[in-house]
């Protein structure tokens, strides 16, 4: 049968399948990155994990991969297959397409950030899907987002298009690493939250989903937090929303599994900052942490349908 190999490297673990002509997931797997052994060792566990699925394909479904689609955190230069940058991996230039592709064989191989590889999926069949312009928004660690027009991801003139995370939303707000003050990912993602909550709870092992649950019940320090999260990324928002007009924002990520006590204060929020714009569907992700893993499918058969066109 007629596959793909496609793969979603996070900091700590690699999600995996093998993905039908129909986007049917036939095999899935997961593994870890190895990242404690050091940067050379995460680019052989994701060489050998592609190269294993490949024999999986070859053992059960009659026939080795004809692609490969990897999505990868950090800065990407997807049009020349290199992984420019991840912090969480430790590495820099990584030539990811031309070592996956020697040791698949020589297939073809797409390489995509994780947050817009993310995007592309929601967007085509997962939260977006009809939406001819829309924006992808996890809320994790960090804050990132991918711009979705026509079915494709716009990842800039420089591959850095969607970084909403570091809009300046507090210009007095806490330092951020990319060397600003207040930008979003500071105030608003979930590790932001985590970090409020366990200082105003005094609980050092307090997370954002004990502050969700605190709000839930109605623990007035939890609902202070919980709004000043809110707030902060309502103003970002809205920020994007008048520059990019999307028809639908996804929200996903850690933060968005809170449901309503999350996105109905986040949607108040929002409607109260506009004036002139239209408000976008503000929906949440669909197709949670296999979001990346779906995407880097799709980018797979892009690649394979752009060569067959050229």
Request: a negative charge; proline letters at 4%; hydrophobic letters at 45%.
């Amino acid at each position: 049968m007629k596959h793909v190999i496609a793969l979603d490297v996070g900091g700590t673990g690699m999600k995996a399948a093998l993905v039908g002509a129909d986007g049917a997931l036939l095999h899935e797997a997961r593994r870890a990155t190895g990242r404690e052994r050091g940067p050379d060792a995460v680019v052989e566990s994701i060489l050998t994990f592609a190269a294993d699925l490949r024999a999986y394909g070859e053992e059960h479904l009659g026939e080795s991969a004809v692609a490969a689609g990897v999505a990868v955190p950090g800065i990407v230069d997807a049009e020349n297959g290199i992984a420019v940058y991840a912090s969480n991996l430790g590495w820099r230039d990584v030539p990811m397409r031309e070592l996956l592709g020697k040791r698949l064989g020589g297939v073809p191989v797409a390489l995509g950030h994780d947050v817009r590889t993310g995007g592309l999926a929601e967007g085509r069949i997962g939260a977006g899907k009809g939406a001819d312009r829309f924006l992808f928004v996890p809320l994790g660690t960090g804050i990132a987002g991918a711009i979705g027009i026509a079915g494709t991801i716009e990842s800039g003139a420089h591959g850095y298009a969607g970084e909403i995370g570091h809009i300046v939303v507090r210009p007095d707000g806490p330092d951020c690493g990319c060397g600003q003050r207040g930008c979003l990912e500071t105030l608003a993602s979930a590790s932001a939250v985590t970090r409020a909550w366990a200082a105003a709870s005094g609980d050092p092992t307090a997370d954002a989903a004990d502050c969700a649950k605190a709000v839930e019940s109605g623990d007035p320090a939890a609902v202070e937090v919980w709004r000043n999260a809110v707030d902060a990324l309502a103003a970002g928002l809205v920020t994007a929303l008048t520059l990019l007009d999307p028809s639908t924002l996804i929200i996903g990520g850690g933060l968005a599994e809170a449901g309503e006590t999350l996105f109905t204060p986040l949607r108040a929020a929002v409607e109260e900052r506009v004036t002139f714009q239209k408000l976008p569907h503000i929906v949440p992700a669909a197709l949670g942490d296999t979001a990346g893993c779906l995407g880097a499918g799709l980018l797979a058969w892009d690649l394979l349908s752009t060569e067959v066109s050229a």
